[in-house]
């Protein structure tokens, strides 16, 4: 397949890489040589204990104890890694730190701009940590934050981190019931909460859903109040809250660190399934660390003293992977607002201004810009920019050419795919290769991934199922309160026993190496690049009177677009009003968030089911995809075969 060359780094972006400095490592520590990147992807996943041993070596990682082994066994899930020794994640987030170089950059939506080196990063965090000790926090237990892209943010999770306590956060655009859904899993000790936000010029006051959401989590035994939006807030607020500021600016600011165990807890996760509340996953200290520092470092190529932006909220993973960038010495820069508001161009009038070096953020963003024909370089300078990163969803082949011909001619587009089940990404960058239109670069080092057909055979040049046949540090450790590891093993490992399957269609390029993924495989909705479980939908559906049943389905269609219908079945007789409607989308986006809101819905006479009572997404998926209904479905195992008549109907409406 001939695909159109964009993009090639030259000799001098290529040599001060960071993979070409650890190629040249390997050749001097090892006696290794490799022919080019390919090659050294096949080492990686062929000699596993000994490629993560070398970062181990490579990046200097600070621990105690020691290791007899790199792992214990290659039989997924549950494989044991560096047991012995002990280490902390945010201890490393420090180690590149100069005192009076900018540690975080912040802007919003409303114009505030702050800067923070890591002298006082340092301090700030060293207060709240001893602040978090002074209350009885300890290794293992867990701070949850429902707060926005902010400084704070960054703060408190170091915080939490340095004493081997247990982040997760969410974002506060999220309703009560969806927060509940993910806290109440996890009991944590304390509650780290924003007043409110701002988002497109409007005010959202947020103290009821942290009230609501603190009076549903029994085991809360502080809540600590960020006044975001209301600086005076600390007149109002109940008797039992403590300011944020109060943490911060603690007595004893000196900063010191928990080692734990590699296998310790770092964080919980949450994806959504298409059953029973989100999954709460966990990973390890030891996991994240190597694999941040891997994916910083080789595929983001990532450098001291540079910037580091993406557009992100606490509530999706790649929060969590820009801390990262402190790893490699880079500031971090924090944007929290609309994308659009005040105008189309507010992300990139920040980043000139802040002078972003690496520029990250979601397929459907640049689709975005692509379908309104902005063109940034006509207006900004954004020479600082040598990368644009983009994750969440495919990003098709026009986006690509829009970045060169509209954003900037001379930039690494970098499209990754990975998800919150590992925190980072399984394909994406390299500095090395070239960028062709609509294809991510490679494979990332040390991940065994190939496209598999349903027969359980590796196909290249033709669609198949992404599936990771060699574990990595960064899988799950367990899921929350998952008994005897049913829902981790039936979320990855049920159709390839033994073998990650992520849910994603993908076909890998024989001739450049390159894969092209083609959306989800599952029924998961990728809504505009975040993960949506269709039971959080179902969940608030099912309490409005009237309605019988529901299906929701999302098609990520050409072009980078989304369409996500919705399907209802009414009770007795009853016809789907305009006034159910707009309930219905009322009730999703308070419940749960904006992205739950259907595009369209239409009213059915029947949900289609198999004979075991499954509803039928992914079959009505693949039929609304324009695969053969022969493909699609077996409607002798189906309860009801009339039901999915519709759903043939209605594909033939659909303009992929």
């Known amino acids: 397949m001939q695909l159109k060359q964009l993009w090639e780094g030259n000799p001098d972006f290529k040599d001060n890489s960071h993979l070409t400095d650890y190629l040249n490592w390997l050749k001097d520590q090892k006696n290794l040589t490799f022919a080019d990147y390919q090659d050294l992807w096949m080492w990686s996943v062929s000699h596993v204990e000994e490629f993560w041993e070398s970062l181990w070596n490579y990046f200097e990682i600070k621990s105690t104890g020691s290791y007899s082994e790199v792992i214990d066994s290659n039989d997924m899930p549950g494989v044991k890694w560096f047991q012995g020794t002990k280490l902390n994640y945010c201890e490393h987030l420090f180690r590149k730190a100069r005192n009076d170089s900018t540690a975080i950059i912040f802007g919003n939506e409303s114009g505030e701009r702050r800067q923070i080196n890591w002298a006082e990063l340092r301090k700030s965090v060293g207060s709240m940590s001893n602040y978090l000790r002074s209350a009885g926090v300890q290794k293992g237990d867990r701070v949850v934050a429902f707060l926005p892209n902010i400084p704070e943010a960054t703060i408190a999770f170091m915080a939490v981190n340095a004493i081997g306590a247990i982040w997760s956060s969410t974002s506060p655009d999220f309703g009560t019931e969806s927060v509940v859904d993910r806290f109440a899993q996890i009991e944590p000790k304390v509650l780290i909460a924003v007043d409110g936000y701002r988002y497109n010029g409007k005010t959202y006051d947020k103290t009821e859903t942290v009230k609501s959401v603190e009076s549903a989590l029994p085991s809360l035994e502080k809540t600590i109040i960020l006044p975001y939006l209301n600086k005076d807030i600390s007149r109002e607020i109940p008797d039992h809250w403590i300011l944020f500021d109060e943490c911060v600016t603690f007595a004893d600011s000196i900063l010191s660190f928990e080692a734990v165990e590699f296998g310790h807890p770092i964080w919980v996760l ?43 909220t ?34 990139w009038r920040f980043s000139d201004e802040m002078g972003v070096n690496h ?20 207006v900004f300078d954004l020479s600082a ?69 349903d027969h359980g055979d590796k196909v290249t040049d033709e669609l198949g199922e992404m599936v990771i046949d060699k574990p990595l540090p960064s899988m799950p450790i367990y899921f929350w309160k998952d008994t005897d590891n049913k829902r981790y093993l039936s979320s990855y490992f049920d159709h390839y026993p033994g073998k990650w399957r992520h849910g994603d269609f993908i076909r890998i390029n024989s001739e450049t190496d390159g ?59 009853l016809s789907l009003s305009e006034d159910i409607k707009a309930n219905i989308r009322t009730m999703l986006r308070k419940e749960n968030s904006p992205r739950h809101v259907p595009d369209e819905i239409f009213q059915v006479s029947d949900i289609p089911y198999t004979i075991s009572g499954k509803k039928m997404e992914t079959p009505v998926k ?21 039901a999915i008549n519709y759903f043939i109907d209605f594909a033939s409406t659909l303009k992929q």
């Not at 080789?298 to 003293?305: A, E, T, W, Y």
């Not at 509530?315 to 929290?336: C, E, K, P, R, T």
């Not at 459907?364 to 063109?375: F, S």
């Not at 394909?427 to 057909?453: K, M, N, T, W």
């Open 385 to 453: 920019i040598r990368s644009i990163s983009s994750t969440g969803a495919p990003l098709p082949a026009e986006a690509f050419e829009y970045v060169y011909e509209s954003v900037k001619s001379d930039v690494w587009l970098c499209s990754m795919a990975g998800g919150t089940d590992v925190c980072t990404a399984f394909v994406g960058g390299c500095p090395h290769y070239p960028v062709h239109a609509g294809e991510i670069q490679c494979r990332a080092l040390g991940v065994s991934l190939f496209a598999y057909d």
């Open 314 to 347: 606490t509530g999706w993973m790649m929060w969590n992977f820009v801390q990262a960038a402190f790893l490699m010495g880079s500031a971090i820069v924090l944007y929290d607002g609309s994308p659009n508001y005040p105008d189309i161009n507010a992300l």
């Open 515 to 573: 894969l092209v993924i083609f959306g989800r495989s599952d029924a998961t909705l990728n809504r505009h690049g975040i993960r949506i479980g269709t039971s959080e939908i179902y969940r608030t559906i099912n309490k409005i009177e009237g309605i019988e049943d529901a299906l929701i389905i999302n098609l990520e269609l050409e072009e980078g677009r989304h369409y996500m219908p919705l399907f209802i079945k009414m009770s007795d007789e």
């Open 359 to 378: 520029f990250g953020t979601s397929a459907p963003y640049l689709v975005y810009q692509m379908k309104q024909a902005n063109k940034p370089k006509a």
């Open 622 to 642: 693949k039929i609304l995809m324009g695969m053969s209904v022969e493909r699609s479905v077996n409607v002798d195992s189906m309860r009801n075969p009339d």
């Open 270 to 312: 949450y994806s959504s399934g298409t059953t029973g509340l989100p999954k709460a996953i966990v990973h390890s200290h030891g996991g994240i660390l190597l694999e941040h520092l891997k994916y910083m470092a080789f595929h983001n190529d990532v450098h001291q003293g540079e910037r580091f932006f993406w557009f992100t």
